[in-house]
């Protein structure tokens, strides 16, 4: 099979299906293949590295078009640039027969898409993110805990992720997270960090507000072995519930459906209970918090007292990390709490007692 220098007629060039992209008209550009052979893999010198790959670049340029200029949400102010690219063969080889014996042909006269070439570009004008910018909207970042400094935190996520309901929650691509930005960017008008966040760790024990809808039968209590950091003398820390999956994800059990991907009936009562607590020897611990049912470890949330300073930690560098990544609404991202610090954890045993171990 030859490509542009080997056959005249024959080609591999690139579209953008989007009026955002170049004119706002679909418009098709050619590879720029490197070296002088179209069908090279990259060369060596002028030897082809293999010959079975072909190897270019093309630049698509954003014209600023979004979905809706004067849209406040993240719909409004991005827009999707799919990139696909097209092939138009000549070659003297035949393709194999059908199954059942038919032949089969090529069809010089007709081009060819490539889409699994999965290019999707999205660009935005999200203005808490500054300057406008592009991303690959196919790729799912990580967010990594700094897990050393704040374990307990680590602990509670890497509990839920692996022994509970919701197993691989934020593991995988096939299982990730879905980001939900503040009240006004979301396309629901959702505030996640009051709805989602009341739901789950409300102390309140009475019939909750009609906009949430929930009732929890086990209001959050702080409990009194919880380990703080206070600052001496200043008593500058606190307790405060944290929860797994976070409230600014549709994975949070405290966003009802249709919207919700993971609600839990009862709220923050469904939820698994832990304390991360300083036992008489000072070591610390994540522990059962034994105030409320054992766990069944089939729960789909977390709900643990610990101190405010981890709590709050682990989570202090999201922002920068979902400005630098654009997340946008229902962006997928995945959670790594430091998942090499439990290799001696086995979340197979009815009684889970392990210890984390710096790698």
């Known amino acids: 099979m030859l490509f542009g220098d080997g056959d005249p007629e024959a080609m591999i060039d690139s579209f953008c299906n989007s009026t ?45 078009n ?14 999707d640039m799919p990139v696909y690219l ?44 500054g300057d406008p910018g592009c991303v690959q909207k196919l790729y799912v970042p990580t967010y990594k805990f700094n897990t050393a400094n704040y374990p307990a935190a680590a602990a509670h996520a890497w509990l839920i ?34 709805t989602s966040r009341d739901a789950i760790c409300s102390r309140y024990r009475g019939k909750k507000a009609t906009d949430t809808g929930w009732v929890p039968r086990k209001a959050f209590v702080p409990h009194l072995r919880t380990a703080l950091y206070h600052t001496v003398p200043l008593l500058d820390d606190e307790v405060n519930c944290d929860e797994f999956p976070f409230a600014s994800t549709y994975q949070s059990a405290g966003m009802k459906i249709p919207e919700g991907k993971n609600p839990a009936p009862n709220g923050g009562a469904d939820c698994m209970q832990t304390v991360a607590a300083r036992t008489d020897d000072g070591t610390e611990h994540l522990l059962d ?12 949330c977390g709900r643990s007292s610990m101190s405010g300073k981890i709590n709050q930690g682990s989570m202090s560098h999201f922002g920068e ?24 954890c086995d979340a197979s045993k009815a009684d889970l007692v392990c210890t984390m171990t710096k790698p």
Not at 42 to 48: A, D
Not at 98 to 124: F, M, N, S, Y
Not at 324 to 339: A, F, K, T, V
Request: net charge negative; charged share 25%.
């Open 289 to 300: 918090d034994t105030r409320y049912d054992p766990p069944a470890f089939t729960e789909n």
């Open 161 to 194: 992720q692996n022994k509970s309901g919701v197993t691989g929650m934020g593991k995988t691509r096939d299982n990730p997270l879905q980001y939900i930005p503040p009240k006004g960017r979301n396309h629901l008008d959702y505030a996640p960090d009051i």
């Open 86 to 129: 097209v092939i138009f063969p000549q070659t003297d080889t035949e393709l194999p027969p059908l199954p059942d014996g038919t032949k089969r042909h090529w069809d010089d006269e007709q081009l060819i898409p490539l889409t699994q070439a999965g290019i999707r570009v999205r660009c935005d004008k999200v203005a808490s993110y």
């Open 321 to 344: 990390f979902a400005r630098q990544l654009r997340l946008i609404d229902e962006d997928r991202y995945l959670l790594d709490p430091g998942n090499a610090w439990f290799r001696g």
């Open 20 to 64: 955002a992209c170049d004119d706002g008209s679909q418009s098709s550009k050619a590879i720029d293949f490197f070296g002088d052979l179209s069908w090279d893999g990259g060369m060596n010198g002028s030897t082809p590295i293999d010959d079975h790959i072909a190897t270019g670049s093309v630049t698509h340029t954003w014209n600023g």
């Open 66 to 79: 979004t979905n809706r200029a004067t849209g406040g949400t993240d719909r409004d102010k991005s827009i």
